[in-house]
């Protein structure tokens, strides 16, 4: 999994795009109209979700998407309990790195 690799989930249309990782945490998001989509991966979990904050933070580009990661890292976000989905890994589809 690098940056800027497109993964996709199955039973979904659309391919988000890798826009921040480390070892645990995957950051991506897909055009979405005007605006972005944005989700969560937690390896380790095995779940998807968005962040844990009111209305949200901002994801629409990659210096956004480390900063979010590393407020991840330090505990000072989570992902989301309502929104959370249980995925299978093994099932994500990795498609070509994309300019």
């Known amino acids: 999994m690098a940056i800027k690799q497109t993964v996709k989930f199955p039973f ?3 391919k988000y795009k890798i ?3 480390d070892d645990r945490y995957l950051i991506c998001t897909r055009p979405h109209f005007k605006t972005y989509m944005y ?3 937690d390896l ?3 779940i998807r979700a968005t962040d844990n904050t009111i209305f949200g933070l901002e994801y629409g580009t990659v210096a956004d998407c480390e900063e979010r ?3 991840l ?3 000072e976000i989570d992902l989301s ?3 959370r989905k249980k995925i299978n ?3 994500l589809i990795y498609g070509d790195v994309e300019s």
């Open 12 to 14: 979904e249309r659309c």
């Open 19 to 21: 826009q921040a990782r």
């Open 39 to 41: 989700t969560i991966i």
């Open 44 to 46: 380790q979990e095995s």
């Open 69 to 71: 990661l590393k407020e």
């Open 73 to 75: 890292q330090s505990g």
């Open 81 to 83: 309990w309502r929104n």
């Open 89 to 91: 890994i093994d099932e």
